[in-house]
């Protein structure tokens, strides 16, 4: 995985967005994404890139009884565990690909714009089924493929800067794709849409939700906000661990 987050002028960038002060509620996705949480009281939550720990919190709020959020980056940990201390919540500075995955332990595990950082996106389907207990949610938000596969992730403009159109490229080609974001070039992996759903159902997952994500109405006035309604950006998809019982 790209360890860019630990970067010091990436990372202070970051820190700079509105999702990064406001939380979720400044999160385009959020509005989608929070109708796709099952119900969580009394349940057990793992967070898997939690980043600055929103969902952690919000799952804290929502009366989960245990819920461990992980991330690769020192600092992001360190600004979750600022940020959010309810008891309940614990935190670990650990690559999505080194935890341990320990078998049905967890009724929910979230990943919030995170796996499109990882090569081996089957590898993780499969730790996330045996990790989660039968019937659990796996409810991920990953760049969309018609993201990924767009010409150093960004528009094609005019003369003038003014947009003209989104151009993909290669989109056959899962791999490394390179964007500079936040003044830093980042490195990002590029999965199709056959990879990501097909990936899940091989790997013994219902899909109950598949979301192409849009910004709200209310941000609509925000800058840049319309143009997102001219190719998707975010892929969120929500589904279900079946277990053999044999």
């Given at each position: 995985?790209?360890?860019?987050?630990?970067?010091?002028?990436?990372?202070?960038?970051?820190?700079?967005?509105?999702?990064?002060?406001?939380?979720?509620?400044?999160?385009?996705?959020?509005?989608?994404?929070?109708?796709?949480?099952?119900?969580?009281?009394?349940?057990?939550?793992?967070?898997?890139?939690?980043?600055?720990?929103?969902?952690?919190?919000?799952?804290?709020?929502?009366?989960?009884?245990?819920?461990?959020?992980?991330?690769?980056?020192?600092?992001?940990?360190?600004?979750?565990?600022?940020?959010?201390?309810?008891?309940?919540?614990?935190y670990r500075v650990c690559d999505l690909c080194s935890y341990e995955y320990p078998k049905d332990t967890w009724d929910l595990v979230v990943s919030n714009l995170v796996l499109h950082y990882v090569k081996d996106l089957?590898?993780?389907?499969?730790?996330?089924?045996?990790?989660?207990?039968?019937?659990?949610?796996?409810?991920?938000?990953?760049?969309?493929?018609?993201?990924?596969?767009?010409?150093?992730?960004?528009?094609?403009?005019?003369?003038?800067?003014?947009?003209?159109?989104?151009?993909?490229?290669?989109?056959?080609?899962?791999?490394?794709?390179?964007?500079?974001?936040?003044?830093?070039?980042?490195?990002?992996?590029?999965?199709?849409?056959?990879?990501?759903?097909?990936?899940?159902?091989?790997?013994?997952?219902?899909?109950?939700?598949?979301?192409?994500?849009?910004?709200?109405?209310?941000?609509?006035?925000?800058?840049?906000?319309?143009?997102?309604?001219?190719?998707?950006?975010?892929?969120?998809?929500?589904?279900?661990?079946?277990?053999?019982?044999?």
């Open positions: 995985m790209n360890s860019i987050y630990d970067d010091e002028q990436f990372f202070q960038e970051y820190a700079k967005m509105d999702r990064s002060q406001k939380g979720l509620q400044a999160a385009g996705e959020w509005h989608l994404l929070q109708l796709l949480f099952p119900g969580l009281e009394g349940k057990d939550v793992l967070d898997l890139g939690c980043g600055y720990g929103w969902h952690c919190e919000y799952a804290a709020k929502q009366k989960a009884r245990k819920i461990l959020g992980i991330d690769q980056s020192y600092k992001m940990i360190s600004e979750a565990r600022k940020k959010h201390t309810a008891n309940n919540i614990d089957e590898w993780v389907f499969e730790h996330v089924h045996q990790t989660l207990k039968p019937n659990g949610i796996f409810l991920l938000n990953i760049e969309h493929p018609v993201f990924t596969s767009g010409i150093h992730q960004d528009w094609i403009y005019d003369k003038q800067g003014k947009i003209q159109y989104w151009a993909i490229d290669d989109y056959f080609k899962p791999g490394e794709r390179s964007t500079h974001f936040l003044g830093c070039e980042v490195k990002k992996q590029h999965h199709t849409l056959t990879q990501i759903l097909m990936g899940l159902i091989h790997t013994g997952f219902e899909l109950l939700v598949v979301e192409e994500a849009m910004p709200s109405m209310e941000m609509m006035e925000l800058p840049g906000m319309k143009d997102e309604l001219r190719r998707p950006m975010m892929l969120l998809v929500k589904a279900k661990a079946i277990k053999s019982t044999f």
